[in-house]
């Protein structure tokens, strides 16, 4: 009996909990709902050079997404996720292997590389396998240098 009571409490749940994560549209520029954006925020996260905002994490469509926002307008600056069932439409995911050319389509900020945006507007962040990468090691490599680089997450957004 117990057993199908809760089965009827989870079934009921779940229409609600599927409609708070369809509220919000993972889309740059887009307006996260009043409900989804805390007044009140205790951290911030990078999400340039010298931007920071506030942030919340959700998990849409089976995947984890954490979402950086513009706190007086709610609107969705930076997407991030390194979730390893996130794929991208060209079947790129966290975990895979891509070959970086030196000089090549990718720039490094402060804190990491991301390579070329992929055709549904994603940038993947990649590392050196083996090593962590910095401005100084890419700025040692001679153009058309290939290494392979390993997929940590991907990206959307910024400033």
């Known amino acids: 009996m117990r057993a199908i009571i809760l ?4 079934i009921v749940a779940m229409p609600s909990f599927v409609a708070t994560q369809s509220d919000i549209k993972l889309k740059i520029g887009a307006k996260l709902p009043r409900k989804d954006a805390p007044r009140k925020y ?4 990078r999400t340039a050079t010298n931007q920071f905002r506030p942030f919340i994490k959700r998990t849409i469509g089976k995947i984890d997404y954490t979402i950086a926002y513009d706190e007086r307008t709610r609107e969705i600056k930076f997407i991030y996720t390194e979730d390893k069932n996130f794929h991208t439409v060209n079947g790129l995911n ?10 090549g389509p990718a720039y490094m900020d402060d804190w990491e590389i991301l390579t070329y945006e992929t055709p549904d507007g994603w940038s993947p962040h990649v590392t050196f ?3 962590s990468a910095g401005r100084e090691f890419l700025n040692k490599l001679k153009p058309g240098t290939q290494l ?3 997929i940590t997450g991907f990206s959307k957004g910024g400033n």
């Open 94 to 103: 966290v975990g895979k292997e891509i070959i970086f050319t030196a000089a």
């Open 42 to 45: 205790n951290e911030m996260m």
């Open 148 to 150: 392979p680089m390993n």
């Open 129 to 131: 396998a083996g090593s």
């Open 7 to 10: 089965s009827l409490l989870l």
